[in-house]
């Protein structure tokens, strides 16, 4: 049986005066589409759709086209825009009305940035230049006309536009070159004699690069004091040695090591609580039954202790005794749980398997229903299940309730009309 869908429609009325919401309708007056408004009132009405806004949107795309929308092509661009008197065309940006002045005003203490550079927010003053700090921001700055020079004890001014002169002096010369002054010493080798022979330096540095020790300097250095001082000499290396690091509290674990004081195992009620106990075992070749590892309270109390079989590599707990692991737990084989109820507290189940089986331990004519449950606390639990009496998969929403879930070979049995009616 075909099924056909009419949503609420009219020919004469632009507007419905009132949908249920999410109720659809259309009106072939004002070409538009209607929904009732979801979570408002039945008066609430929103236009959503249809003909009229459709009809805006049939141009070419990237093209700016009177009285409709802008729809941009496919490297998102459009040809021309206009705003108001400005119009943006290609890389120009152009008044649209006789002299018009083009302003560019950021807004409270935005920058203006040209070229990813900042320019200032304010004007300066009369005769300044612009500059900038080599990070992008421009500011005004003033020019300098003068600059002071010294000779170490006495200073002096000098005025831009003026003439400098470097003057030469006993064994000193000056030559000024392309921009370039050259100032060389015109003497002979320096002596270091008598009372010269004492050199105290203290917290400076020597550099040896251009002076023959044996040739330019003569005479002796007997009291020399170089305490907090450093000489460059060329290249220079420095060797520490190969160094030894012996790490405290670090214990060695070989195959035959056990590590942690054991001696209280007959439970004689020594409390060696926070003790470790590592136990490193190698391949073995063995055939022994394999021994004990006792796990008790501090009063002697508790299991008379766990077997360890090292043929079949399990640890086995007596039923006193509960497994505490505190990081995570990897086996390898199959997992089998013969007690009456499983609990996972963990938030996140991450199951390999694609398929869950539930009821598989039936083995004869079907009678219970399986499904799956959502604990919700304080409010009604939800859940999805398959009903063997119906034969049919259920959901509920308020755990009372359940509603068949449709699919393509019961829709034409469980909804036969879908009919919004007109206005």
């Known amino acids: 049986m075909a099924q056909t869908i009419q949503i609420k429609r009219s020919s004469s009325t632009a507007t419905p005066t009132s949908l249920q919401n999410g109720e659809l309708a259309y009106s072939a007056t004002s070409n ?53 008197n400005l119009q943006f065309d290609g890389n120009a940006i152009t008044s649209t009305n006789t002299n018009g002045t083009i302003t560019i005003t950021p807004n409270g203490t935005g920058d203006l940035v040209l070229d990813g550079l900042n320019w200032p ?37 000098f005025n831009t536009g003026g003439t400098l002169t470097f003057a030469a002096g006993t064994d000193i010369s ?46 002796s250095l007997p009291n020399a004091n170089l305490a907090n001082s450093s000489f460059t000499l060329g290249s220079t290396s420095i060797s520490l040695g190969s160094t030894t ?22 439970g004689s009620g020594t409390d060696v609580s926070g003790t470790d106990l590592i136990i490193k075992a190698g391949a073995g070749t063995g055939t022994g039954a394999g021994g004990k590892i006792y796990f008790r309270t501090a009063d002697g109390a508790g299991s008379t202790g766990s077997t360890v079989n090292s043929h079949a590599n399990a640890l086995i ?3 006193d005794m509960v497994a505490t692991f505190g990081a995570g737990v990897v086996i390898t084989g199959d997992l089998t749980v013969n007690g009456t109820t499983t609990t996972v507290n963990s938030n996140t189940v991450a ?11 039936e083995t004869g004519t079907p009678s219970q229903n399986a499904g799956i449950e959502i604990e ?47 206005f």
């Open 174 to 219: 000056t030559t000024v070159t392309n921009d370039t002054v050259t100032i060389a010493y015109t003497g002979s080798d320096v002596t270091l004699s008598g009372a010269y022979n004492y050199l105290t330096l203290s917290g400076q540095q020597i550099t040896l690069g251009q002076i023959d020790l044996t040739t330019d300097v003569t005479g």
């Open 32 to 84: 538009k589409l209607f929904i009732g408004r979801p979570g408002g009132g039945t008066g609430d009405v929103d236009a959503i759709g249809g003909k009229v806004y459709v009809d805006m949107l049939d141009h070419t795309a990237g093209t700016l086209t009177a009285s409709s929308a802008i729809v941009v092509d496919s490297n998102s661009k459009i040809d021309n825009f206009l705003v108001d």
């Open 245 to 266: 690091t012996t790490v405290a509290g670090l214990t060695s674990v070989t195959s035959t090591d056990f590590v942690g004081d054991v001696s209280q195992a007959n």
């Open 351 to 361: 199951v390999g398997d694609n398929i869950l089986v539930l009821n598989s331990d």
């Open 121 to 157: 927010q304010a004007d300066g003053s009369a005769n300044q230049y612009l500059k900038t700090d080599g990070s992008g921001q421009l500011s005004w700055g003033t020019v300098t006309s003068s600059f002071t020079i010294s000779d170490g004890s006495a200073t002096d001014t």
């Open 376 to 422: 919700r606390g304080t409010s009604s639990n939800v859940a999805l299940r398959w009903n063997e009496t119906s034969d049919k998969w259920e959901t509920t929403i308020d755990g009372t309730n359940y509603y068949v879930l449709l699919n393509a070979n019961n829709f034409t049995t469980e909804i036969t009309t879908l009919d919004g009616g007109t």
């Open 317 to 319: 707990l007596n039923d």
